[in-house]
């Protein structure tokens, strides 16, 4: 398109800065191999995910087969998206055709011993986290005409959200990552044998299930809260694994081989029964009465935030860069679809920003039906390109917003800011110079998601994470109902009558409509304990209690030490993200890491030979913290799911769960099926009159 067709009150000149530039290609999951040829690659032959759902939180298994078809020995080299809230806690590869676990060391350390085997011919395996983006998986050798089989396993909390639970396995890159593109090629396709299993066991009854855009999927039911989800590439399915324990999928001689791409997310989602009470959930892990406990508190409110009536000012703040190409389409779908549901004496305005940005509407527009038509058509003709200069289009998107109307900034952008400002203190400054919340939807795995979530958390507002996978109108029904609802300010939790400390996350926050809140920390000793929860409803002072006992010994849930790790280790990252980093922030993110056998931005995870481990005085943690989390997966799997509320005696709510039923314009849990979304959003804090 040519830039004056589309803004016509803009001059040449500056159209030619705003939309000049290269888009790039996006990137998948896959195995990597040097773009100039230097080596040749080699094939993914199988992968098999297996995923649990259970008690607040998901286990994320992936096995892999890497075949070397050349008459030479490779190095592997196997990369994926940073899945959301989760670390690597478990790396294995076969060697002599025995599992070997892996172990956590500081990054530098454990690229010394990985390069050391290497040199002296031994086999070795590697797992490093680049920043924000990517997990990078290093196998050699990789024998010539034989493959090499490894396992990874991860761990995260997974939340309900206005009573849909939603799951994310991560394949998609995004494409911003400039160098990596230029260097390498990846190979993203399961040449033989793919297979996803997905699992989630609910205490509380699940009304559906569904994985959208995987026609094959299988899904069915074993009880009121236990269901199953299967995606083969093949007819025949692979026979169940329990946890933790390693089957040979089932191979059939002469069948034909069939390929599957990496390069798309696959999403679960599942909806909770409606009319669910308000709930107060206890997960702990606490092996030995006289030791330390570590505890997952998840709070579930019922719904008694009130809607608000009045008009809002809407704006518009979408990222046309390059690395936007492989997203702009449903990007437009989401905003055109979102433009359709305001109301008519709600207000728009629409800024584009790539190396620089511009608004395109004349300040606001009443939301009718000609205007949204024709900013609509506007943007269908834009083609994505240039850099990313997100400061601009932010700083322009806040301008404007003194009127006293409740006004809301809807921010469209994967956050790699590359040209302009990128210091992320100079955002917070902007940010300070206005009274403003951000809701933000973080659009695609690699995404700057410790940007985009630090203004979230300094704004007290909310954010959600967008794959193109997602489903449009689900989303916008989940946005909605926190855009046009009060919320709790300030929150706090506090725990009396037992003792408690190192509680994470930091800071809490708002909470919005539909959200959970989840915390983690240790406790000391066992009993009753009072539980409260406060904050600040439309300026008034509100809290919410309850009273229960913490066990005295608890040993089913052992994941939950490695989980209350990772949440304080965001801790500190996040304060590194907002003063720099030090020394002190740093060691304490390398110790944590090392202790709970974690893979961060600062430690790596080395698989050697079992006698290497000792040669190099490298302790066995991670080996034994293994085999007591398999050991209680196992338990749990033989059994049926049991309810960990803890508040049925006092209850915290008196009301229900809120749900997208029964409310709102739009109420059919099956629009969750349609369209994919990827949007990003950031709303101003409602101005009191």
């Known amino acids: 398109m040519k830039i004056c067709q589309c803004l016509p009150r803009l001059s040449l000149g500056f159209s030619l800065?705003?939309?000049?530039?290269?888009?790039?290609?996006?990137h998948a999951a896959g195995l990597l191999t040097p773009s100039d040829g230097?080596?040749?690659?080699?094939?993914?032959?199988?992968?098999?995910?297996?995923?649990?759902?259970?008690?607040?939180?998901?286990?994320?298994?992936?096995?892999?087969?890497?075949?070397n078809p050349h008459a030479q020995d490779i190095e592997a080299l196997y990369s994926f998206p940073v899945p959301d809230k989760a670390s690597v806690a478990e790396f294995t590869v076969w060697i002599d055709g025995k599992p070997v676990d892996g172990e956590v060391l500081e990054r530098q350390e454990a690229r010394r011993v990985h390069e050391e085997e290497k040199r002296a011919g031994r086999e070795t395996g590697l797992t490093e986290q680049r920043g924000y983006?990517?997990?990078?998986?290093?196998?050699?050798?990789?024998?010539?005409?034989?493959?090499?089989?490894?396992?990874?396993?991860?761990f995260q909390p997974v939340e309900v959200d206005t009573g849909i639970g939603r799951y994310v396995y991560p394949l998609e890159e995004g494409g911003v990552d400039e160098v990596k593109l230029k260097f390498w090629t990846a190979?993203?396709?399961?040449?033989?044998?793919?297979?996803?299993?997905?699992?989630?066991?609910?205490?509380?009854?699940?009304?559906?299930?569904?994985?959208?855009?995987?026609?094959?999927?299988?899904?069915?039911?074993?009880a009121d809260g236990d269901w199953h989800v299967e995606l083969d590439s093949r007819s025949t399915t692979t026979p169940s694994l329990e946890p933790g324990v390693h089957s040979t999928p089932l191979q059939i001689p002469g069948q034909?081989?069939?390929?599957?791409?990496?390069?798309?997310?696959?999403?679960?989602?599942?909806?909770?029964?409606?009319?669910?009470?308000?709930?107060?959930?206890?997960?702990?892990?606490?092996?030995?009465?006289?030791?330390?406990?570590?505890?997952?508190?998840?709070?579930?409110?019922?719904?008694?935030?009130?809607?608000?009536?009045?008009?809002?000012?809407?704006?518009?703040?979408?990222d046309v860069s390059?690395?936007?190409?492989?997203?702009?389409?449903?990007?437009l779908s989401g905003v055109r679809r979102a433009l359709t549901r305001l109301r008519a004496h709600d207000r728009f305005r629409i800024v584009v920003f790539n190396s620089d940005a511009v608004e395109l509407t004349s300040n606001y527009s009443y939301a009718t039906a000609d205007e949204v038509e024709r900013y609509s058509r506007m943007l269908d003709q834009v083609t994505p390109s240039g850099r990313t200069n997100l400061y601009a289009g932010l700083k322009l998107g806040l301008r404007g917003n003194g009127e006293d109307r409740t006004s809301a900034i809807v921010l469209v952008t994967d956050g790699v800011a590359n040209v302009g400002e990128t210091a992320q203190r100079r955002f917070f400054e902007l940010l300070s110079k206005q009274d403003v919340r951000l809701f933000t939807f973080v659009m695609g795995n690699s995404?700057?998601?410790?940007?985009?979530?630090?203004?979230?958390?300094?704004?007290g507002g909310f954010a959600m994470n967008i794959s193109n996978s997602d489903d449009i109108v689900g989303q916008l029904l989940r946005a909605a109902g926190k855009v046009t609802h009060e919320a709790l300010h300030g929150v706090r939790v506090e725990i009396e009558g037992i003792r408690v400390a190192d509680l994470t996350p930091a800071r809490l926050g708002s909470l919005y409509r539909g959200q959970q809140l989840v915390v983690f920390g240790h406790y000391w000793g066992s009993g009753n304990a009072e539980v409260r929860i406060s904050g600040k409803i439309s300026g008034e002072s509100k809290s919410y209690s309850?009273?229960?006992?913490?066990?005295?010994?608890?040993t089913e849930n052992p994941e939950i030490e490695r989980l209350w790790a990772y949440s304080r280790i965001r801790d500190l990252r996040n304060r590194i993200d907002l003063f720099g980093e030090n020394a002190d922030l740093k060691q304490s993110i390398v110790d944590l890491a090392v202790e709970y056998g974690l893979v961060t931005e600062y430690t790596s995870m080395l698989v050697v030979r079992d006698e290497s481990f000792g040669e190099h005085g490298i302790e066995r943690r991670n080996r034994k913290r293994l085999q007591i989390e398999r050991n209680a997966q196992q338990f749990r799997a033989r059994r049926a799911s049991r309810t960990r509320r803890v508040d049925t005696e006092q209850p915290m709510y008196t009301s229900t769960r809120p749900g997208l039923n029964g409310g709102g314009a739009l109420d059919s849990w099956w629009l969750l099926l349609l369209t994919p979304l990827v949007v990003a959003r950031l709303f101003p804090r409602r101005k009191r009159r």
């Open 322 to 331: 390059g690395s936007m190409r492989s997203k702009y389409a449903t990007l």
């Open 546 to 554: 309850t009273r229960f006992p913490f066990p005295d010994t608890e």
């Open 187 to 222: 190979n993203d396709r399961v040449r033989d044998h793919f297979s996803f299993r997905f699992r989630i066991k609910s205490a509380y009854p699940v009304d559906a299930v569904r994985l959208p855009g995987q026609p094959g999927a299988v899904v069915s039911q074993s």
């Open 133 to 154: 983006k990517t997990f990078e998986v290093y196998v050699t050798p990789v024998r010539a005409g034989e493959d090499a089989r490894v396992r990874l396993a991860y």
């Open 256 to 318: 034909e081989a069939t390929t599957f791409g990496l390069d798309r997310d696959l999403i679960v989602y599942w909806r909770l029964a409606s009319g669910l009470p308000g709930s107060v959930d206890l997960i702990t892990h606490k092996s030995d009465s006289n030791r330390r406990g570590t505890f997952m508190l998840v709070l579930t409110p019922g719904d008694d935030l009130r809607a608000i009536q009045e008009g809002t000012d809407w704006t518009f703040v979408l």
């Open 17 to 26: 800065i705003l939309w000049a530039g290269i888009s790039l290609p996006a």
């Open 447 to 459: 995404a700057n998601r410790p940007l985009l979530h630090g203004l979230t958390r300094a704004s």
């Open 38 to 67: 230097s080596l040749p690659p080699l094939d993914l032959s199988q992968h098999h995910v297996e995923v649990v759902v259970e008690d607040g939180y998901a286990i994320t298994r992936v096995e892999q087969v890497f075949s």
